[in-house]
């Protein structure tokens, strides 16, 4: 059973241009969570999604940025018109329920790089 | 509101002490509290989890957390310090929201 797949790893982009960052869940889980790790800091929730909805978005920059878990296939982390302050790790994480009962098991991060 | 404290983003021991990360907690109500692990350039792996079980949780890799409600704290101990610990460790909170909260992390490094 492999883990959180993130995809890619490191994504270099120049400024103006848009990032897609990919999540394959656990097989089994249904709730996905991205967090965002900014340079010296610790993790920043960014949205919570279940198959096809948005649960909770309230960590997400209003403007550029969007996020989906489609019935089928990985969740998208969209940055649209990349600025250099939207270079971070970005996280998946995902549980297979209530996350106070199972916890979250997270990937290995996508390293987004704006030059 | 809920969130969590850690204190010293620097902590050094020597190879084979104890080692100590501290975590403090606020919450209007009883925390799920958690603790993960982040090694260089890799994602969080969970180390333990309280939740509301034993005041006492055991981890991986030899490590243990105490919760103490008096003291509001859920430090993260181990007895014998390893080279292979030196990472940087997070003490995390969620409640019913489904949002886990971190706090700004503890870089572990052991002294040869």
């Known amino acids: 059973n492999a883990g959180v797949m993130q995809n890619p790893r490191h994504l270099v982009r120049r400024r103006g241009q848009e990032a897609r960052l990919r999540c394959s869940p656990m097989k089994g889980h249904s709730h996905v969570y991205w967090y965002r790790q900014l340079p010296e800091e610790g993790l920043k929730f960014m949205v919570y999604?279940?198959?096809?909805?948005?649960?909770?978005e309230s960590g997400m920059p209003k403007e550029r940025f969007s996020a989906e878990f489609p019935k089928e296939g990985p969740s998208i982390l969209r940055i649209q018109q990349v600025v250099r302050g939207d270079s971070a790790a970005y996280f998946c994480a995902s549980s297979p329920g209530t996350a106070t009962l199972y916890g979250y098991t997270f990937g290995s991060g996508t390293r987004l790089t704006v030059v | 509101a809920q969130s969590v404290t850690q204190l010293g983003s620097h902590v050094s021991v020597s190879e084979g002490a104890l080692v100590l990360l501290r975590c403090n907690y606020s919450?209007?109500?009883?925390?799920?509290l958690f603790w993960y692990v982040q090694y260089p350039n890799q994602g969080l792996q969970l180390l333990l989890k309280y939740t509301s079980a034993a005041t006492l949780v055991k981890g991986i890799n030899g490590f243990e957390a105490e919760f103490k409600k008096s003291e509001t704290s859920f430090h993260l101990t181990k007895p014998s310090a390893h080279m292979s610990d030196a990472a940087e460790y997070f003490c995390a909170v969620i409640l019913g929201n489904e949002k886990l909260t971190f706090g700004t992390g503890t870089r572990l490094t052991i002294i040869p």
């Open positions: 919450s209007s109500v009883p925390p799920y």
């Open positions: 999604l279940q198959k096809e909805n948005i649960i909770d």
